[in-house]
């Protein structure tokens, strides 16, 4: 019997609650401070106050946005089958076990993350874009590994550690400890 390859999605619970707390945590103050207008902020750039609850308002509407288009978003985000590693995140970057040198699994505070050791010229020619300051990506940059790239499990719906038995069943060598 052949393996199944492994499909990773975005998870439906996990951004459809994201979506969610962030609309209220938006609509609580301006409940509050229509009950409360003696309390409320005038609504002018002059008033901090105002200024304040306007960009964390901005900044809150960033995720409900980011939630309810993962949510709407079903296509595989990182799919690893006979072939190699796919990974999505807006990339759609195929990877051939060849590409591939080694994968492990790294703690990054208390939750595994999948690295993914690439070789010099697969990594060149996929043009990830990473970036160390981009907190939503689910693709990240190792430092002092330029050519690894480490895939969060963070609002996905398939764990790194399952990734991880995956890439043993297709590749067992390329498992690093």
């Known amino acids: 019997m052949a393996a199944q390859p492994v499909k990773a999605r975005y998870s439906t619970l996990h951004n459809s609650s994201m979506a ?16 409360n207008p003696t309390n409320a902020p005038t609504l002018s750039l002059n008033d901090q ?26 296509e595989p985000q990182v799919v690893i089958d006979h072939d190699g590693i796919h990974l999505g995140f807006g990339r ?14 790294r703690r990054l505070a208390l939750r595994p993350q ?28 190792v430092r002092g590994q330029p050519t690894t790239v480490l895939v969060r499990d963070n609002g996905l719906d398939t764990k790194a550690s399952a990734m991880l038995d995956a890439v043993r069943t297709f590749r067992p060598n390329l498992v690093k400890s």
Do not use: C, K
């Not at 945590?25 to 009950?35: A, G, L, R």
């Not at 759609?92 to 699994?105: E, K, Q």
């Open 20 to 35: 969610v707390v962030s609309l209220v945590m938006i609509v609580v103050p301006i409940v509050y401070f229509t009950n």
């Open 49 to 74: 106050r105002f200024v304040l609850i306007v960009m964390l308002a901005m900044a809150l509407l960033y995720y409900v946005v980011l939630g309810i288009s993962r949510v709407r978003n079903r």
């Open 92 to 105: 759609n970057t195929h990877f051939t076990w060849d590409d591939i040198i080694w994968v492990r699994l």
């Open 114 to 141: 999948l690295e993914v050791g690439l070789a010099d010229q697969a990594f060149i020619a996929a043009n990830l874009r990473l970036s160390m300051w981009s907190f939503d990506d689910s693709l990240r940059p």
